[in-house]
C-alpha cells in the first residue's frame, strides 16, 4: 500500500511538473507576441509619431523611400504609380495599390490596404492630418540644405523600424567612401552650372538648392554663388549661361522625367551655346531625371548620383 502511495505521489508531482512547463511556454508565446506590438518612436518634420516595429502593410508616396525598400527586400503594401521612375518599375504590378498620385492621394484606396504606415514627403505635407486619420504618417523627406544629414537620418529612421540597422550602415558607409572619391576629383575639374530644362524654358539652381548635393556634398565649385536656393530654381536664359560660362554645366530634364519624352539636348545645344566651355570641351551632362528629379534621397538613388557626378569629373 505504502508503495502504492508513493507511485501516485510522484505521478502527481510529474504531471503538476509538467503543467508548470506548459504554462511557462504559454507565457513564452504571450512576450514573443507582445514583441510583434512593439512600436518606434519617429521623431520627424512634421511632430513625433509612434509607429509598429516591422509593419506588415506599408504605403509609401516618396519614391527614395520606396527605392530604399525595395533595396532592403521590404514588402509595400501601395504605392503612388503615376510617375514610378524607370528603375521602379515592378511597382506598377497589380499585386501592389495605386494610392494616387504625388500630389492628389486616394484616400480610399490607401485605406483599403489598411496601412500600418504612411511615409510621405514634402508634396504630401500638407495632407498629414487627413494621412494621420487612416495610419501612423511619418515625413521622411530631405532637406536640400542638410542633404546628407537628414539623408542620413531618414536611413536610420528605417533602419529602426524594419530592424534593417547593420544593412543601413553597411550602405551608408559605401557612399560616404563614394563622396570622399567624387570631392578629391571636384576641385581639379572646374565650376559648374546645375539647370532644369523643362520644354522651352531653363532655370538654375546652387549650393542649398533641390540639386545642391552637387555643390554642396560633393564638392563641385558652383560658377555663381548668388543662385538664389529654391525648389523651383532660379528662372534664367541661355544668355545668362553663357555670361557665366561654366567648365561643366548639368542639365536634369523635367520633361523626361514627367512625359518620358527626352527633348533637352536639342533644346540646350543651341547656336548661342556653343560658344561656352562645356560645349566646346563637351562637358554638358544630361542627368538622369529618375534619379534626380523623381526619386532622390534614397540608398539607390543616392548612390547612382553620385555616380554620375564622378563619372563627369574622369
Aim: include cysteine; charge should be negative.
Amino acid at each position: 500500500m505504502k508503495r502504492f502511495s508513493l507511485l501516485l505521489i510522484m505521478s502527481l508531482f510529474l504531471i503538476a511538473l509538467a503543467a508548470c512547463g506548459s504554462s511557462a511556454e504559454s507565457s513564452d508565446g504571450d512576450a514573443e507576441g507582445e514583441e510583434t506590438n512593439e512600436t518606434v518612436t519617429v521623431n520627424h518634420e512634421l511632430g513625433e509619431t509612434e509607429v509598429p516595429k516591422n509593419p506588415e502593410n506599408v504605403v509609401v508616396f516618396d519614391y527614395g523611400i520606396l527605392d530604399t525598400l525595395d533595396k532592403l527586400d521590404v514588402d509595400v503594401a501601395g504605392i503612388a504609380k503615376e510617375s514610378l521612375p524607370s528603375y521602379l518599375e515592378k511597382y506598377e504590378g497589380d499585386e501592389y495599390e495605386n494610392i494616387g498620385t504625388l500630389k492628389e492621394p486616394d484616400f480610399e484606396n490607401i485605406s483599403h490596404t489598411d496601412p500600418d504606415v504612411i511615409i510621405i514627403s514634402a508634396r504630401q505635407a500638407e495632407l498629414a492630418d487627413q494621412l494621420e486619420e487612416i495610419a501612423p504618417t511619418i515625413h521622411l523627406g530631405v532637406d536640400d540644405t542638410n542633404y546628407m544629414d537628414s539623408f542620413k537620418e531618414n536611413m536610420h529612421t528605417i533602419g529602426d523600424i524594419f530592424d534593417k540597422k547593420d544593412e543601413i550602415e553597411e550602405e551608408l558607409t559605401a557612399i560616404e567612401d563614394s563622396i570622399a572619391s567624387v570631392n578629391d576629383k571636384a576641385a581639379e575639374k572646374g565650376d559648374a552650372l546645375i539647370t532644369l530644362a523643362n520644354d522651352d524654358k531653363i532655370s538654375a539652381y546652387g549650393p542649398s538648392s533641390r540639386f545642391g548635393l552637387i555643390h554642396d556634398v560633393l564638392g563641385v565649385p558652383a560658377v555663381d554663388d548668388g543662385i538664389e536656393a529654391s525648389t523651383h530654381g532660379m528662372n534664367v536664359t541661355f544668355e545668362y549661361v553663357v555670361e557665366q560660362d561654366p567648365d561643366l554645366l548639368y542639365v536634369v530634364d523635367r520633361t523626361a522625367a514627367i512625359a518620358g519624352d527626352a527633348s533637352a539636348e536639342q533644346f540646350v545645344e543651341n547656336d548661342l551655346m556653343r560658344s561656352t566651355k562645356a560645349y566646346e570641351n563637351d562637358d554638358i551632362y544630361y542627368l538622369d531625371p529618375d534619379y534626380w528629379y523623381l526619386s532622390g534621397g534614397g540608398l539607390v538613388s543616392v548612390s547612382e548620383m553620385i555616380k554620375e557626378i564622378e563619372a563627369s569629373l574622369d
